[in-house]
Nanobody, 126 residues
Framework: QAQLVESGGGLVQAGGSLRLSCASS????????MAWFRQAPGKEREFVVA???????NYADSVKGRFTISRDNAKSTVYLQMNSLKPEDTAVYYC????????????????????WGQGTQVTVSS
């Protein structure tokens, strides 16, 4: 089982940027899929973006062009660069890993993910 630790959340004004990190330990980093999900108060957890060990990505439409996912396999870490943040991006952001070999169109399925981090709060003020 992998242990995932997120960091980098905080409070930012609309239009600002934040960079989240997720460090993985306890499992071979490759060839797993790493993803970010988020959950706003009163809402279900939703897919944000994922990246495969081969650097294939899939983004939710709501964040395309604003968020960028990347991974550093040497550090077993995945990053989420969030630009042009909006108040509706406010949520707890969770890192997750999948041991499955998925098509990129299936990256958003929450049922595919085995391990989860504890989450980091992102708050965007208007």
């Amino acid at each position: 089982q992998a242990q995932l630790v997120e960091s980098g959340g905080g409070l930012v004004q609309a239009g600002g940027s934040l960079r989240l990190s997720c460090a993985s330990s306890g499992r071979t980093f490759n060839p797993y899929i790493m993803a970010w999900f988020r959950q706003a108060p009163g809402k279900e957890r939703e897919f944000v973006v994922a990246i495969s060990s081969g650097a294939i990505t899939n983004y939710a439409d709501s964040v395309k062009g604003r968020f960028t996912i990347s991974r550093d396999n040497a550090k077993s870490t995945v990053y989420l660069q969030m630009n042009s943040l909006k108040p509706e991006d406010t949520a707890v952001y969770y890192c997750a890993t999948s041991t499955k070999f998925l098509r990129s169109t299936d990256f958003g399925g929450i049922e595919h993910y085995d391990d989860w981090g504890q989450g980091t709060q992102v708050t965007v003020s208007s």
